[in-house]
């Protein structure tokens, strides 16, 4: 490293340079059918380098990629290459971090454990969470990933964590009389919650032997409709993704600071803040590609865009303190109880395809694979249907869970309850 | 341009580990990527060069013993080879992880072959200044057309691909490259901002160059109709595809449900539909590497099977799937060349690459003509399957009424098409005569795995749920 920063330092062209190493050892574990089909180990290590060359009022950047392969003489090369390149970029100027180093650990219970002794427990938890007659889990992939990732800049920025995250893709089946249902599962954590995870599971074979039950409604539905964590994580995220610095300094958003989201609010009123670390949420990071350390920012307050968020260089174009790369979402609560529910009948979807959820044509939508209709009185599994709706008519009403739950980057509500959605 | 270097510097190395590895192990093959790809983007007020996401370097070496697969990736194939392999065999030696019972009885074929291939391309004519000129020009160009475009973003991507596969009695390599060039238009018209891309892609610059400018008017055209696009009214209607529609069907109601390491694990309800009509009688349907030339397309497929040509489905039957090595070995068939990975850290899966339906014999017209009222669907959003249960979701970008035959000037975004795949497949009553194929994006597996991939075909009439 040291020589690295040398060779780019003796650059007369290059201005400023980042240095960003990035090493994943990675075990993996790929099961059909219950029998192990494939075990992965990966021990790899990006070093990607990034020059700045300034040039009259323009300050230009390219960069490169450094193997263990790569010689001095082709490190000279690749430095000069990339600040030519640099000085065909004309950008506004803005100025990179400095002056700070720190080394962190993210929060997570795999330091110290071997990944091949925790993938087998992890594959052990999925496994014996099946207790469901004629249900299997026909796919279990495992993936456990240690992240060691440092930032340097010519500014005096250093800073280095250890991070760690894995991934379980499970596929619940119900082999029935009459045909085989799956669903599908996709949990993401970076600490192990041996009960939590069981149970994921197991609601999920509970899920599918009840999308086997499910027939397409004979009549039209016509009520309310139930998201829950998976979903919820698909809508906030395309809020927040229309508040990234960069989204609006490209005008690629539909939304601008005062904006509401919530234009006439007969429901509950929605909170965004977003955060670089949460806890028990797996996109936990102390800071981004910049080095920059991650903190909070709310970005929706009572239904109005507060704040927007991202990363160095569209935070200065926009005149803001960059917020940094904040990846996790989290989602104040609402006042909708179970009790709330019982009320009126409503439809609980459990799995879709997708939900697709799009500002610019005020959309949201998509295929439900399984839902339960609640009638008042019993609980009605159902498939073959559609919901589709108007995002911004649907945010109005929209009612958020008392409940917590975290998914994926989101903590927030578990459940929402949206009117004005059809149901075809 | 030519084939890597660096990895002809570790083809010696690479034989030598195979060599020492066999010793242990029944089945042995390593497999080298160096690929090199640069984005170059310019806005309205940025611009930037940058790696491209296809930009990867590594080795992953596959080992069998007639049980469960292992596989290691690293960055290199170091001087001291005998030490390397002792860490990999040491990766694998016993653990918890590998007491759980494996599959059995696997036996793969090692057919010898040794041949390199090459596909020409422009690429090495150009250099990053005069790439980045193109899209300046054209950006500006493209943000002349309207007061209304709030942002118009123009795009390079290079991709230049080398790979090499060594076995005990195969030695392949292959560099080729694709360049994909987009335009996007942010617009705003009747209080409302679009969003609208357009793509074009060739193994040559020239031809994206040529192309990409053409195409500038018909997408400011399109973004002033989706200022005035309104939501389709939820329903079953008649509908036209464009190739792009026509291919996200190919690709997401049927490629994936015959993606054969989906048989393996009885995820794929077109396991049981082999020989039966799961289409219309006019539907052919195919898959392949070699099936045609795009973003997808290669020589040999990161199993070090060569590129296949495979015939889904003919005359509206289903005749077989796809299928890489892993997932043939345990089916007892030969893998079709579609064992893809992500890069050489992600484990090889069955994979699409290029998916079509064949053209018919219609005029687009004539099946226009013939609806009384339905909707001609747009551009590739986005897809997701299911092919254990054939639901599907395909989402195109607009829609155009048509009534008593011809289109309308109502638009309609987005629109997602959902059912059930054969109520879909079987419902397709006209196929056009034209054809097109084209490759914007990726597809994963689930919700990982991304690789390139194509699809396309002629316009299709067919019967589907809208919303």
């Given at each position: 490293?040291?020589?690295?920063e040398?060779?780019?330092r003796?650059?007369?062209q ?6 960003n190493i990035h090493q ?5 574990m790929?099961f ?12 790899t290590?990006?070093?990607?380098v990034t ?7 323009f ?21 000069s290459q ?6 065909l ?8 971090p400095e002056?700070e180093?720190?080394t ?10 071997r990944p091949?002794?925790?993938a087998a427990t992890i ?11 004629n249900g299997?889990?026909n796919?279990?992939?495992v993936f456990?990933?240690?992240h060691?990732?440092?930032?340097i800049n010519?500014?005096?920025l ?5 991070r ?5 893709e499970?596929?619940?089946t119900?082999?029935?009389?009459e ?11 970076s ?8 149970q994921?599971?197991?609601d ?9 039950e499910a027939?397409?409604?004979q009549?039209k539905?016509?009520?309310?409709v139930v ?12 809020i ?13 958003t539909v939304?601008k600071?005062g ?13 965004i803040?977003?955060a670089?670390?949460v806890e028990?949420?797996?996109r ?5 590609s910049?080095g ?5 920012q709310k ?12 990363d160095?260089?569209?935070g ?5 303190t960059?917020?940094?790369s904040?990846?996790?979402l989290c989602a104040?609560?609402?006042?909708l109880?179970q ?8 439809l609980e979807?459990?799995s ?19 839902a339960?209709?609640h009638?008042?009185q ?10 589709s709706?108007s995002?911004?008519?649907v945010l109005n ?5 008392s409940?917590?739950?975290?998914q994926?980057?989101?903590?927030g ?12 | ?9 570790r083809?010696?190395r690479?034989?030598a580990?195979v ?5 242990q192990?029944s089945?042995?093959s390593i497999l080298?990527?160096d690929?090199k790809s ?5 806005d ?5 060069i ?9 080795f ?12 290691y ?6 001087e001291?080879?005998a030490?390397l392999?002792e860490e990999?065999?040491?990766?694998f030696s ?8 494996s ?9 010898p072959?040794v ?6 391309s ?6 990053d200044?005069q790439?980045?000129?193109f899209?300046?020009?054209?950006q500006?160009e493209?943000?002349?057309k309207?007061?209304n ?8 991507n290079?991709m ?7 076995s ?5 390599d292959q560099?080729?490259a694709?360049i994909?060039?987009?335009?996007v ?7 409302k901002?679009?969003q609208v ?7 040559n ?7 990409l400018?053409s195409?500038m ?11 005035y696009?309104k939501?389709?009214?939820p ?7 464009d190739p792009s529609?026509?291919?996200l069907?190919?690709h997401e109601?049927?490629g994936?449900?015959?993606e ?12 049981q ?7 219309s ?5 195919k898959d392949?590497a ?15 099977v060569l ?5 889904i ?8 799937g796809?299928s890489d ?8 068939t030969?893998p079709?060349g579609?064992?893809r ?11 699409m ?15 226009i ?25 395909c989402?195109a970008?607009?829609g155009i009424?048509?009534?008593d035959g011809?289109?309308?000037e109502?638009y ?10 054969p ?10 005569d ?5 490759g914007?994006g990726f597809c994963?597996k689930?919700?990982k795995?991304w690789v390139?991939?194509s699809d ?12």
């Amino acid at each position: 490293m040291m020589k690295l920063e040398s060779m780019l330092r003796a650059n007369n062209q290059v201005t400023d340079y980042k240095i960003n190493i990035h090493q994943i050892k990675s075990f993996e574990m790929f099961f059909v059918k219950g029998k192990l089909e494939t075990v992965r180990r990966t021990n790899t290590c990006d070093t990607q380098v990034t020059v700045y060359v300034s040039h009259g009022e323009f300050l230009g950047n390219a960069d490169f990629l450094v193997y263990p392969s790569t010689t001095d003489e082709e490190l000279a090369e690749l430095i000069s290459q990339a600040a030519a390149k640099a000085m065909l970029i004309d950008n506004k100027p803005y100025s990179l971090p400095e002056d700070e180093t720190g080394t962190y650990n993210v929060e997570s219970n795999f330091a110290g454990i071997r990944p091949e002794d925790l993938a087998a427990t992890i594959s052990n938890i999925v496994f014996d969470a099946n207790k469901l007659p004629n249900g299997s889990l026909n796919s279990v992939e495992v993936f456990l990933n240690q992240h060691q990732e440092t930032v340097i800049n010519s500014r005096g920025l250093n800073k280095s964590q250890v991070r760690y995250d894995a991934m379980v893709e499970a596929i619940p089946t119900y082999n029935g009389k009459e045909q085989s249902v799956e669903l599908y599962e996709q949990y993401n954590f970076s600490s192990l919650d041996e009960a939590s995870l069981h149970q994921e599971i197991a609601d999920m074979m509970l899920a599918v032997k009840a999308r086997y039950e499910a027939s397409k409604p004979q009549q039209k539905l016509e009520c309310k409709v139930v998201l829950n964590k998976q979903e919820l994580k698909e809508l906030f995220f395309s809020i927040s993704n229309h508040l990234r610095y960069s989204s609006v300094y490209t005008h690629s958003t539909v939304f601008k600071k005062g904006d509401a989201i919530q234009k006439e609010p007969t429901g509950d009123s929605i909170s965004i803040t977003m955060a670089g670390a949460v806890e028990g949420n797996v996109r936990s990071t102390k800071f981004d590609s910049d080095g920059l350390s991650l903190g909070q920012q709310k970005i929706v307050e009572k239904g109005k865009v507060l704040a927007y968020f991202g990363d160095n260089q569209y935070g200065q174009y926009l005149g803001e303190t960059p917020t940094g790369s904040l990846r996790c979402l989290c989602a104040d609560t609402g006042s909708l109880t179970q009790e709330d529910l019982d009320e009126a009948p409503y439809l609980e979807v459990i799995s879709m395809s997708g939900l697709q959820v799009d500002f610019f044509s005020d959309y949201i939508g998509g295929e439900v694979r399984l839902a339960y209709y609640h009638d008042g009185q019993k609980l009605i599994p159902v498939t073959g249907i559609s919901i589709s709706g108007s995002v911004s008519q649907v945010l109005n009403t929209i009612r958020l869970s008392s409940k917590t739950a975290t998914q994926d980057g989101y903590t927030g509500p578990d459940k929402a309850l949206l009117s004005d959605m059809k149901i075809f | 341009m030519g084939f890597s270097q660096f990895l002809d510097s570790r083809r010696d190395r690479a034989k030598a580990l195979v060599k020492i590895l066999k010793e242990q192990f029944s089945y042995v093959s390593i497999l080298g990527a160096d690929s090199k790809s640069t984005a170059i983007r310019v806005d309205a007020s940025t611009s930037n060069i940058s790696n491209g996401q296809d930009t990867e370097c590594g080795f992953v070496v596959k080992l069998n013993n007639g049980s469960c697969f292992f596989e290691y990736a690293m960055d290199d194939i170091g001087e001291d080879v005998a030490t390397l392999a002792e860490e990999i065999k040491e990766a694998f030696s016993a653990s918890a992880a590998l007491k759980q019972a494996s599959i059995e009885h696997i036996s793969l074929k090692d057919e010898p072959l040794v041949q390199s291939f090459a596909r020409a391309s422009d690429l090495h004519e150009y250099s990053d200044a005069q790439l980045l000129d193109f899209c300046q020009k054209t950006q500006k160009e493209l943000q002349g057309k309207s007061e209304n475009i709030l942002n118009a973003m123009v795009a390079l991507n290079t991709m230049e691909v080398s790979k090499l596969f060594i076995s005990q009695n195969r030695e392949l390599d292959q560099d080729y490259a694709f360049i994909g060039g987009v335009l996007v238009l942010v617009y705003r018209e009747n209080e409302k901002v679009v969003q609208v891309y357009n793509f074009e892609g060739s193994q040559n610059v020239a031809d994206v160059m040529a192309a990409l400018p053409s195409k500038m008017d018909a997408l400011v055209d399109r973004a002033h109709h989706l200022g005035y696009a309104k939501p389709i009214e939820p329903g079953v209607y008649d509908v036209i595809t464009d190739p792009s529609i026509t291919g996200l069907i190919a690709h997401e109601a049927f490629g994936h449900g015959v993606e054969m390491d989906q048989f393996v694990k009885d995820r794929a309800l077109a396991k049981q539909y082999v020989g039966q009509y799961v289409a219309s009688p006019i539907c052919n349907m195919k898959d392949g590497a070699a099936s045609a030339l795009s973003i997808a397309s290669y020589f040999f497929d990161d199993d070090g099977v060569l590129a296949g040509d495979t015939q889904i489905i003919k005359d509206g039957i289903l005749v077989t799937g796809i299928s890489d090595l892993a997932s043939a070995s345990q089916l007892g068939t030969s893998p079709t060349g579609n064992g893809r990975r992500q890069s050489t850290r992600r484990k090889a899966y069955t994979r699409m690459t290029n998916t079509f339906f064949e053209k018919g014999t219609d005029k687009l017209e004539d099946m226009i003509a013939s609806i009384k009222h339905g909707y001609m669907l747009f551009e590739t959003d986005n897809g997701m399957e299911d092919p254990k249960n054939w639901a599907i979701q395909c989402v195109a970008q607009y829609g155009i009424e048509i009534v008593d035959g011809k289109l309308t000037e109502n638009y309609v975004s987005p629109v997602v098409m959902s059912g059930y795949v054969p109520d879909l497949l079987k419902s397709i009553s006209m196929i056009s005569d034209d054809f097109e194929i084209c490759g914007s994006g990726f597809c994963g597996k689930g919700y990982k795995e991304w690789v390139r991939v194509s699809d396309g075909g002629p316009a299709l009439k067919a019967r589907v749920k809208l919303g």
